[in-house]
């Protein structure tokens, strides 16, 4: 940790929504203790509606793009957040000492699938977006402390 701050890479499958919305939490939130990146399994590029519900809050994530976690297994990362089970089960073997944990959110997309109108999806997305902003808000000091970090009814933190 030579630059004083967390690497925190958080994972997710398409690094479109949940993990874009957890980078843009930390460096609005956290920039000043986390240097945040994310990535997926299977990028598919930034969700329209994510950066929409970003910008309601203040954070812009326009500028951050969709990235294969390939992409950046050469960045000594001290945590490695998977934000979905798919991500987990998915995750690469990090080189160095990077620890990984599992904290589920919902899908975003998938919840507003059925909605019957734009603002009912759009709930959604803003639900999810308040749920990564409360974790992150308490970051890295539950990190470092050792507590269980599993919001929303996730499974419990996990290292491998």
């Not at 329209?48 to 050469?74: C, F, R, W, Y």
């Not at 589920?104 to 059925?114: E, R």
Request: charged share 20%.
């Amino acid at each position: 940790m030579l630059s004083g701050k967390l690497k925190i890479l958080f994972l997710c499958t398409g690094n479109s929504c949940r993990s874009q919305m957890a980078e843009g939490w930390a460096r609005h939130l956290k920039a000043d203790v986390i240097e945040a990146y994310s990535a997926g399994v299977q990028p598919k590029g930034l969700n329209p509606d994510a950066v929409a519900v970003m910008k309601e809050a203040g954070v812009d994530i326009t500028g951050q793009t969709s990235k294969h976690v390939n992409d950046v297994l050469h960045v000594p990362f001290d945590y490695v957040v998977a934000v979905c089970g798919d991500a987990l089960e998915s995750c690469p073997v990090f080189p160095g000492q990077a620890k990984v944990l599992h904290v589920g959110f919902p899908d975003p997309p998938a919840l507003a699938k059925n909605a019957r109108t734009r603002q009912e999806a759009l709930s959604h997305y803003r639900r999810v977006r308040d749920q990564i902003r409360d974790f992150v808000a308490g970051l890295p000091e539950s990190l470092n402390r050792g507590k269980p970090v599993s919001p929303c009814g996730g499974r419990p933190a996990e290292s491998r």
